[in-house]
Structures are given as C-alpha cells and as structure tokens.
C-alpha cells in the first residue's frame, strides 16, 4: 500500500534552516508528482510547493526564495530545503501524493520557529 513517511522537523529560531524528507513506497516514486502541505494552528492546509516529474516546481508565495523543493527518485524520497525560516512557517508539514483518484497523506512533521 502506499506510504508516505516524514521526517526533518523540529525547533529553530528565526532565520534558522531545516531540510524535509518524504520517503514513499507503494508506488513508483518517479511517475507521481509530490507535494509539501502545511497546516498551522487554527488554519486551513496550505499547499507550500509541489515538484512534478520533470522535476518542474510551484510554490506559494509566502516561500519564494526561501523553500526550495527537490525529489531523487533513486531513493524515493521529497526533499524540502527550508531557509531564513520566519515563526509564521510554524505548522505541521505533510507530503501528500495522488495515485489515481485518492490522496495519501504522510503522518506530518512538526516544524516551529521561534522569534
């Protein structure tokens, strides 16, 4: 069945860097695009960036210039390079893939940032 696994997050000040990881099996990694969602306290799930499998990226533009998504197929796993991290990227981050009609959903990793 498909999985998808997180890991990566934590606690950082303000201007810190963390680096995402989504390991996904149950499917062939290289034919899906892979997506990064957040969902901070009280709000609505955000896409953040989403890699296709030419390796083409969308992102929102809260991130522009700080995320920087990337995948390698050969380890099935997403990465999301994160910098000059603010406290509103404080959220939960999912990765997500759709395979067929359905969405899966990793478990999520927490990242906060503190001022």
């Known amino acids: 069945q498909v999985q998808l696994v997180e890991s990566g997050g934590g606690l950082v000040p303000a201007g810190?860097?963390?680096r995402l990881s989504c390991v996904g099996s149950?499917?062939?990694?290289?034919s899906f695009h892979m997506?990064?969602?957040r969902q901070a306290p009280g709000k609505q799930r955000e896409l953040v960036e989403l890699i296709t499998t030419?390796?083409?990226t969308t992102y929102t533009d809260s991130v522009k210039g700080r995320?920087?998504?990337s995948r390698d197929?050969?380890?099935?796993?997403?990465?999301?390079?994160?910098?000059?991290?603010?406290?509103?990227?404080t959220a939960v981050y999912f990765c997500?893939?759709?395979?067929?009609?359905?969405d899966y959903w990793g478990?999520?990793?927490?990242?906060?940032?503190?001022?």
């Open 54 to 56: 030419a390796g083409s």
């Open 16 to 18: 810190g860097s963390l």
């Open 67 to 69: 995320f920087t998504i």
């Open 35 to 37: 997506t990064w969602v």
């Open 107 to 115: 478990q999520g990793t927490q990242v906060t940032v503190s001022s």
């Open 26 to 30: 149950g499917f062939t990694f290289s």
């Open 96 to 102: 997500k893939v759709r395979v067929g009609t359905r």
């Open 73 to 89: 197929n050969a380890k099935n796993t997403a990465y999301l390079q994160m910098n000059s991290l603010k406290p509103e990227d």
